[in-house]
């Protein structure tokens, strides 16, 4: 196996430095629908436009196989990928090939080549006439260079008539396209969450894509914080229903923004938060419907830490923190493996959606 993909890589860099569409390629256009899922940004389908017709009768899902090279999170260092096609769907000259035994994150492969037995078929990355990823889409994009600056990208609610809710969601480190790498911004603008808990997601960004040096964090919540109240005086977002949330670094950054603007969110869900309390004034956390999130065998930010954080907020005096600590069992009913990433779990219970949306500012 192992030289049976040394001899396809090779045939993959051969392929990606002339494009499978020059003179010859039976293609005429073919693009890629990625998705977001609860392990991240993954391949879906690519849709195939041939010249004629007669080329894709009879082709199977076994006459495809993709190879590439990806890289991970912090880590640059490529490795070697393949992938499936699960199955085919032709209609004319149209084709739809779907996706299976993909087990990369979609937003750190480098390159890969489609291979087809007929290899006027084949096609690479770079032929892709455009890459879409339904609800990601969906977010503006916008820069603020008065002042702080930041980058936030923003999902506003269908209907605007009357003033919504709005979840600040926070990213955590590395995860500087936080449109693509979980679902942690784009969950709540997910349809099935829009239809019964409409409301405005912003989400901005605490690093330099370019250099992956994080920002001031407290420069940039003081500039999503006044984003916000300009949203509130335009009438567009609920002043009593302004939440937060955010994983890891985000997690952290969710504690910070509930402590340095105690007036101004109904509710917070901060999942694993790394957050040293070392002279730090806890106060403010009494009062305020917060839930502390984590998972016990996460060795990243280990639960311990989070338990420790909420026991001095109760200390405090506070009857209103949470905790929630996801067993080992629980996850492995899931199916999830990285233990980190406790956003899974919690984005596969609407239990935690619907506390946080049931909470108002009083």
């Known amino acids: 196996m192992k030289k049976l993909f040394a001899l396809m890589l090779a045939m993959l860099l051969l392929l990606s430095a002339v494009s499978a ?13 990625t998705e977001v899922v609860a392990k991240g940004h993954k ?24 190879y590439g090279l990806a890289c991970q999170w912090l880590d640059p260092t490529l490795h070697e990928f393949e992938a499936d096609i699960g199955k085919i ?30 290899a006027r078929l084949t096609f690479t990355k770079e032929d892709l006439s455009k890459e879409i ?26 209907d605007t008539s ?36 409409p409301c405005y997601v912003m989400g901005p960004l605490f690093m330099d894509p370019e250099t992956e040096v994080p920002y001031d964090a407290t420069e940039i919540l003081a500039k999503s914080v006044e ?3 300009g949203m509130i005086a335009e009438g567009k977002v609920d002043p009593k229903r302004v939440y937060v ?13 509930m402590l340095e603007y105690p007036d101004l969110f109904a509710a917070g869900m901060p999942m694993c938060p790394y957050f040293g309390t070392d002279g730090v004034d806890l106060s403010p956390l009494v009062g305020q419907k917060i839930w502390f999130i984590a998972n016990e065998a996460d060795d990243t930010v280990p639960a311990v830490l989070v338990k420790g954080l909420y026991d001095q907020v109760v200390a405090l005096g506070s009857e209103t923190a949470q905790l ?34 049931a909470q108002v500012k009083e």
């Not at 010249?51 to 495809?64: C, I, Q, S, Y």
């Not at 032709?90 to 007929?118: H, P, Q, R, W």
């Not at 889409?137 to 930041?150: L, W, Y």
């Not at 809710?165 to 829009?194: C, I, K, S």
């Open 21 to 33: 569409l020059a003179a010859g390629s039976l293609i005429e256009d073919v693009w890629l629908e």
């Open 43 to 66: 391949m879906k389908e690519f849709h195939l436009t041939v010249k004629d017709p007669a080329v894709l009768e009879g082709l199977t899902a076994k006459d495809f196989t993709i």
């Open 89 to 118: 769907k032709v209609d004319g000259n149209e084709a739809v090939l779907t996706v299976i035994n993909f087990n990369e994150k979609y937003f750190y492969v480098d390159s890969y080549t489609v291979m087809c037995k007929n």
């Open 133 to 158: 990823t339904p609800i990601a889409d969906d977010f503006e994009k916008f820069t603020v260079v008065d002042g702080a600056p930041i980058n936030y990208n923003l999902y506003t609610p269908a």
């Open 162 to 197: 009357v003033a919504q809710p709005l979840v600040l969601a926070l990213h955590g480190w590395g995860d500087y396209d936080n449109l693509l790498q979980n679902r942690v911004v784009t969950v709540f603008a997910e349809p099935h969450h829009q239809s019964v808990r």
């Open 227 to 229: 984003i916000i109240k």
């Open 245 to 257: 949330t955010g994983k890891s670094m985000g997690g952290g950054n969710t504690v910070k923004a």
């Open 324 to 357: 929630r600590l996801f067993s080992q069992k629980e996850m492995n009913v899931l199916g999830y493996d990285e233990y980190h990433a406790v956003d899974m779990q919690v984005h596969a219970d609407d239990t935690f959606f619907e506390w946080m949306f």
